[in-house]
């Protein structure tokens, strides 16, 4: 076997935008190697014979996006009345579906109805990219090939199971399909047909997506009877340096002061939740329950889990926060988030590897640092600490 697969050939010389050509000799020794891979797995490869690169999926995938989003963009864009109004109508149009998949599944209909809307609004739009061709290029780049190599093994299983032809397989340029945009392995574990039909349709069936979606949630840790998390409102002298994902009692956030988001005293359940602030002790603050975590599972993003809360709760007819992010938060392109990570690290306060990517291990080190400046150890990447690490801020265009 000759795996991992040789994309070291597949790829010429990057140009500006960071993405690198696809050689014709080389996309076509990698597909030797999937073919060969397919074959030792027992899968069919006859339709890689069609497969074509596509190459702004790799300009795409390097460059997405130029600036990552703040928390006030992310849900201001994501988690609209309008969003809201129509998920709401969805409920009570599929409740007798809803309502049989809780019963089944134990994820309530506002949770699938939230994924549902965040992932293609409501179906509208389920992406027209061919999945084989993405996930093939994908699978040929240096970056991720082993993923997306068990990708393409996914996407010629569920060829093979029938009676889905290459052309049926369509999605986003990152190999995503269907009303609820499941990766081809996901659907070969995952997706279910619950409408009776004979075949796991994820484009054209609202019962199979939602008992799908269900199905994945399930498996990977969903708690019946659990919320995602919630809002909360921490008192003026709070102990920022407590915010992170160690878990703690309920109890002892109510020691703290810590209130719901509509100043109530917390319960005294015997729960361990942990408390994230994502835009500084100027926005909103979240105590989380394994659920969220559990949202993590479907997609990495902190910002995308809370928005499949927000929009839970919204969609149950809860309000919008109660302290809305700050719409003045500097939006940070990967090269500088990358450069606060470097200057982190030269002044010893280990932010771990340099990736661009802002998660906890940085939130702690800013935390560190802000604690050495005598600022509030919220761990936000805010305007003074990029400042007083003497960096550029990120302007919006």
Known sequence: MRYPLRWALCLALAGPSGAQALTDEGFASCLADLRERATDHGVSADALAAVEPIEQVLELDRDQPEFTTTLADYLGRRVTDARVEQGRAL???????????????????????AFWG??????????????????????CDQRRSDYYAEQVLAALRIL??????????????????????????????????????GQRDLWGSVPDSLASAANFLRAVGWESGWRWGREVLL???????????EPRPLTE????????AYGHELSDAD????????????????????NFHTILRWNRSEFYAVAVGHLADRLAGRAGLANPPPEDAPPLRRDQVMALQERLAERGFEPGPADGVSGPQTRQAIRRFQKSQDM??????????????????????
């Not at 019963?103 to 699938?112: F, K, N, T």
């Not at 008192?235 to 994902?245: K, R, V």
């Not at 942990?274 to 394994?290: N, T």
């Open 235 to 245: 008192p003026p002298d709070f102990p920022y340096e407590l915010a992170g994902y």
């Open 160 to 197: 093979d199971e029938g009676p889905l032809e290459p052309d049926d397989l369509k999605g986003s340029w990152a190999g995503a399909m269907g009303h609820v945009q499941f990766m081809p392995e996901v659907f070969v574990r995952y997706a279910v047909d619950h409408d009776g039909d």
């Open 118 to 139: 965040l992932e293609t609004d409501f179906g509208s739009y389920t992406g027209r990219t061919p999945i084989l061709d993405a996930v093939a290029t994908l699978a």
């Open 91 to 113: 409920i009570e149009e599929h409740k007798t579906l809803l309502d049989a998949l809780y019963r089944e599944y134990g994820v309530p209909p506002r949770y699938l109805v």
């Open 271 to 290: 729960v361990d939740t942990s408390l994230l602030v994502l835009a500084g002790h100027e926005g909103p603050a979240f105590l989380v329950y394994d």
């Open 376 to 397: 509030i150890a919220d761990g936000f990447a805010s305007r003074e600490v990029l400042s007083r690490l003497s960096l550029q801020v990120a302007e919006p265009e």
């Open 253 to 260: 956030w109510k020691r703290h002061g810590v209130r719901t």
